[in-house]
Every structure is written in C-alpha cells, then in structure tokens.
C-alpha cells in the first residue's frame, strides 16, 4: 500500500485577511484536506502595548512592537484585574471576528487552531497592585529601552486569569482544538527558561518548580475552555519564531507528548512569491518526522488564490507524498496538468526550480526572514545611500530615521549594518567578507533572471486570461525579489567602504570609482522597484492603510514617494563620498 500524507492537524495559516477572503480560504482548504484553519489573527496591532499609541516620539521604544503583531489571550477577553490595561472594544472586536472566523470555519467542515504569543508582558499597572504576579523579565537587553515582565505562570491567580479568558475565547468558537504558543520571545516569557534574552530569572519563589511542572501548569489553564466543552485540546509552547521558521520545532513542551512543524516558503516577506518547491520539501520533513501538526504558513490570501498551484499541491501531496527532486516536480506537472499546455508546463518548472536554488543560495548568509528585517524594518529599501548620514537635514532623514529600529542611539542608527540592537556579524565579521556577499548575491541574481526568463516564457504559450493575470503577477513578483537582492547587495557593499575609508583602513586605489558604480545600481534598482509598484496588478509589497499606520513592520502607504526621495537625496549628495578618498594622502 502506498504510503499517504495523514497528519492528525493540517493547519492553514494565513495570518490576518478579511472575512470574505477566510471564507474563500476556508473552503479552498477543506477541498485540500486540511483539517483546521488558524482563527486567532488579530484585527489589527496592540496598539497600547506600544509606547505613545506606536506613534514614533524621541525615545521610542521600538520593542512592544513585536509583541503588538502577535494574537494573546487577554487581547480577545479582559479578565476584571486587567481591565485597565486592555481597550474593552478591542478585546470585543478581536473575539466577534473569532468567532465569526469559526463560524465559517465550521460550515467548512474545518477546525479551529489559535497560534500566538504567552505569557505576553503586563504593564507596571498591574504589578503594583498585584505584586506577587510578577514573573520573568522578558525584553531583549539591545532591542528594548525599559524592562517588561511576563506575568508568573506559578501564581494560582494568574492561571485563573487564563482560565477565565480561555472559556470566553472557546465559548465564541467552539471547533477550537488546537493552540501554539510561542514563549520566551517577541515580549513572552516563563520564569527560569534558559531561553529567555535577559537570561535565566523570575521571583525567588517560584526558582525550584521543574520546568515540566510549570509548563504543565500553564497549558491545562490556557486549555480549560476546550476542556469544559468537551473536547480534548493539544497545546504547543515553543521558543522560535513562526515569522520565518520552517521544520520541525524544538518543543518546550506538548500537553499531549505529540510533535509539530512549520512549513513555510523562505524570504517571504515583504513580498510573497510561490514558491512550491520549497513548500514540498517543508512537508517531506514534516511526513519523514511523522509530525502530528504540520502548519502550512503562508502571507495574506494571495498565496492561496484560485489559480495558485499550492491547493492542488497540497492535495496531491497527501495522496502521494514526495521524497526527491524528481516526484517534487511530478506533483507539480500534475498540479498544472488542466492549467497549462505542455511546452507551458515546462517553463513553470524551470522557472521554480531556478527560484527555489536561487533563494537557498541565501542559506550561506544568513537565516529566511533578513528581507523583513533588514529592507522593511532597518528601512534599506528607503534609506538613501550617503556617505555622512548624520548630516542630513531632519527633512532628509526624518521619512525612514522614525522607522528604523533603533533603541541604541544616534551613532548606531546611522549604521547600515546594525539589525535590532547589534551589528550583523552573521555575514559581516570582517570587511573581506563583502565579497563572499558579492559573489553569493551574483548566483542568486543568475537564478532569478532565469526564473524570470522561464515564467515569460509561460505567457507565452497563450494561458486562459485567469492563468495569465496569475503569471503576470507572478513574474513581477520575480522581478521584485531581484531588486530586494541587489538592494541587499549594494548595502552591504556600500557601508564596507564607508568603513574602510572612515576608519582609516586600507583603501585601494579607485575605490572611489566602485562605491560611485554601487550608488548608481542602487539609484537604478530603485526605479526598477519604483516601475514594479506602479504597474503591478496586485499589491507588490503590503503597506499601511494610513500614514499613521506606518511603523517598523509595515512600509507607508506613499512607499513610492519615499523612493523618489530616496533618489532624490542621493543625487543631492552624490559627491560626498569623494571626501573620504580624494583627501587622502597617497590617494589616486
């Protein structure tokens, strides 16, 4: 008999959408074989979690805005000892779209999963009137401007307060079966985890409790609700970030002994592009690893559109799962079989295979998410390239300075490398390491011209209009990952010289030449990234709603504007690197 992929949890998150989008996803999964779909997604970010309402002020610190994006329990119900710290209405809007989610999840034939973030921090409010709630501190020491704690998961009354929201949140949706719990992360934390960044630390009281007994504890409270109606609940607590892990996850700890796994595409942020070779390989692990709960994380609703070829992947792949290269790419022809002619066919999966080398290319660098971190949250994607940052006028510096991660001080901001509070020694340990980025970021580019190249060749071959839009947007996302690498690339490149010449080290003769020649790709790759934005059919990149709504995750809504600037203020200073080179003594 042939071996099927039968995951006792197949999960579907998307993240947050809209109602009529959950619905279309919904269905889709079912008729996929998932078994449930994620219904915890927040309605839009905690904003009083954050420092002034999340609107940048001097002093901003920028840590809570992690812990903003993710879903917890007491931002859907405000038990009574915290009802001055949470919004009523928020909590209100957060639990209606649950449950409406679960409502349509149920009609789908599908069940509940929630995935967030807890213990998540309280503010002091709460620990002056309740002091022995106290728990870990649970910040990151270079991230963050003022401690915050987690609430101690060992005191009875916390747990109730758990307990007490967990029935609201079942009682709202009822197939809730199914929770993962990131911990020690993004502003949670348990008291005495060796994981947390501020190390090992909570009350003096608590210090001997075994870690299982705890985490125990602590899930038979978050749990409670699906108990009391009935069902038997798993619960996941874990140490690792969902924004970008893909593979089995290393446990804390799972109430029912089972195994979980995140299958998600690399560098899916800020712009998502199919990639089902990556996905097939995610969920090879996943069944290899005999994995109970395999999530299948994707970004917005997009990635599971009509003409997307991950429904009908995952189906296949449950019938008859893959273990190579060559059945990888069998699922694949089948899975376009009634959506493209055969010459068609071909190029789409030299176009993927291209794409899926070219990004694990990136694997001698650096971890799946840098884009999000490094082009959308230290702003290299609108930062101008100069010579003397801290010289720009506050017009010049104030569209990305606001938004750029940054809790260290000036000197440190002005820092291309710097990501969240330390200099990226993950590529960059000493500056001939620019060209091992070089030279990786040129087999990458080599890989999605032709990924590029095969896709044009798909429209070629006449598609139906549907199929057509689909590559056309495709093909445009394809091209935008390019200008996400060589952004990547000229940066990179661009703050090595300007270190080498700022801190008098060896520089060669025409030096000055090659960083003009990286200041011009970059202009020009601006106006390639500025083209695709303003003629693609679908949302490139997501942005704000508002300008309000700009911060650190989430580029503005004038994100255009903000390139031109970009331009702009280069050309304006073009010739302030020559001061570095042609002053020097001996320089020609």
């Known amino acids: 008999m042939e071996k099927t992929f039968t995951p006792k949890r197949l999960v579907l998150l998307a993240g ?37 309402d999340g609107e940048y002020c001097p002093g901003y610190d920028f840590y809570p805005e992690y812990t903003a994006r993710f879903p917890g329990f007491f931002k859907f119900h405000v038990p009574e000892a915290l009802e001055s710290t949470v919004p009523a209405d928020y909590a209100k809007k957060n639990l209606e779209a649950l449950a409406e989610r679960g409502s349509i999840a149920a009609q789908a034939g599908l069940r509940g999963a929630f995935f967030g973030c807890e213990p998540q921090f309280l503010p002091e409010s709460v620990y002056e009137a309740h002091q022995d ?3 870990p501190r649970c910040d990151h020491l270079f991230r963050s401007l003022t401690p915050r704690f987690a609430p101690c998961i060992d005191n009875p009354d916390v747990l109730e307060l758990y307990r007490i929201a967990s029935r609201s949140i079942v009682d709202a ?6 929770f993962g719990l990131l911990a020690n992360d993004s502003g949670a934390g348990i008291c005495w985890s060796p994981d947390l960044y501020a190390g090992e630390n909570g009350p003096s009281g608590c210090r001997d409790v075994p870690m299982p007994e705890r985490v125990a504890g602590f899930m038979e409270a978050v749990s409670c609700g699906t108990r009391s109606a009935g069902t038997s609940p798993v619960v996941y607590v874990y140490h690792i970030g969902i924004w970008s892990y893909s593979g089995c996850v290393p446990l804390i ?17 800020p712009i998502a592009c199919e990639n089902p070779l990556s996905m097939l390989t995610e969920l090879e692990t996943a069944a290899q690893a005999d994995c109970d709960t395999v999530v299948f994380a994707i970004e917005g609703a997009a990635a599971f559109s009509k003409n997307s070829v991950y429904p009908a992947l995952v189906a296949r792949f449950r019938q008859k799962p893959s273990a190579n290269l060559i059945e990888r790419l069998a699922i694949l022809r089948e899975a376009l079989g009634e959506a493209l002619s055969e010459p068609g066919i071909d190029w789409m999966l030299n176009s993927w295979v291209y794409l899926d080398r070219a990004l694990d290319e990136f694997k001698k660098l650096f971890k799946q998410s840098f884009f999000f971190y490094l082009s959308v949250s230290e702003r290299w994607l609108t930062r101008p390239l100069v010579a003397f940052p801290l010289e720009l006028t506050e017009d010049e510096r104030s569209y990305y300075e606001a938004h750029v991660w940054n809790v260290l001080g000036e000197d440190v901001g002005g820092d291309l490398l710097d990501l969240h509070g330390s ?44 199929m057509e839009a689909h590559l056309e947007d495709t093909l445009c996302r394809l091209q935008g990952l390019g200008c996400l690498v060589r952004n990547f690339n000229n940066v990179i ?32 790759n601006t106006r390639e990234l500025i083209r695709l934005l303003e003629t693609s059919r679908q949302p490139l990149i997501t942005l704000a709603a508002t300008a309000k709504d700009e911060d650190t995750f989430t580029m ?16 304006k200073h073009w010739r302030d690197p020559e001061r570095l080179y042609l002053a020097r003594p001996g320089y020609v």
């Open 133 to 135: 709630w106290r728990g």
């Open 493 to 524: 490149q661009f703050q090595v010289h300007m270190d080498l010449a700022k801190d008098g080290g060896r520089i060669n003769s025409g030096d000055h030449v090659l960083v003009a020649n990286i200041m011009r790709d970059e202009l020009d």
């Open 16 to 52: 947050a959408v809209s109602i009529d989008e959950f619905q279309r996803l919904a269905e889709t999964a079912r008729a996929s074989g998932f078994t449930h779909v994620d219904i915890g997604a927040l309605t839009q970010k905690s904003r009083h979690q954050l420092m002034n």
């Open 423 to 466: 200099r990226w020694g993950e590529i960059l340990q000493m500056p001939a390491e620019a060209r091992r980025v070089e030279r990786t970021c040129t087999l990458i580019m080599e890989g999605l011209n032709t990924a590029v190249e095969s896709a044009r060749k798909v429209l070629g071959t006449k598609p139906g209009a549907e």
């Open 173 to 178: 949706a009822p197939i809730l079966d199914t």
């Open 556 to 571: 503005s809504p004038d994100l255009v504007g903000q390139l031109e600037k970009k331009i702009a203020i280069m050309l």
């Open 253 to 269: 700890a799972a109430n029912d002994g089972s195994r979980l796994a995140f299958c998600r595409p690399p560098l899916d942020k």
